[in-house]
Nanobody, 114 residues
Framework: QVQLVESGGGLVQPGGSLRLSCAAS????????MGWYRQAPGKQRELVAR???????NYANSVKGRFTISGDNAKKMVYLQMNDLKPEDTAVYYC????????WGQGTQVTVSS
């Protein structure tokens, strides 16, 4: 079993920053294949950023240059540093682990509003 717990969401003004954290436990072999998705009201869940099986990183075009995914393998933690936040970044952000199947956290709300 795999458990993912997100934290760090909240309300922030446009242009502000937030850092999301995902604590992983259970049968996690490494932080590779972990990532962040988001789902805004009325929209499909979409990929934000992930660490590939090879350890490289991928980002959605909409967040490139503003968001950074990182992790600590020893602590089984994955982070998403979000800078220059925009109202369109408002969504529930989910931590994901993909090995044979998708595992999801419960999500953390990020609201960007003045």
């Amino acid at each position: 079993q795999v458990q993912l717990v997100e934290s760090g969401g909240g309300l922030v003004q446009p242009g502000g920053s937030l850092r999301l954290s995902c604590a992983a436990s259970g049968r996690i072999f490494s932080i590779n294949n972990m990532g962040w998705y988001r789902q805004a009201p009325g929209k499909q869940r979409e990929l934000v950023a992930r660490i590939t099986s090879g350890g490289s990183t991928n980002y959605a075009n909409s967040v490139k240059g503003r968001f950074t995914i990182s992790g600590d393998n020893a602590k089984k933690m994955v982070y998403l540093q979000m800078n220059d936040l925009k109202p369109e970044d408002t969504a529930v952000y989910y931590c994901n682990y993909l090995v044979f199947r998708d595992y999801w956290g419960q999500g953390t709300q990020v609201t960007v509003s003045s």
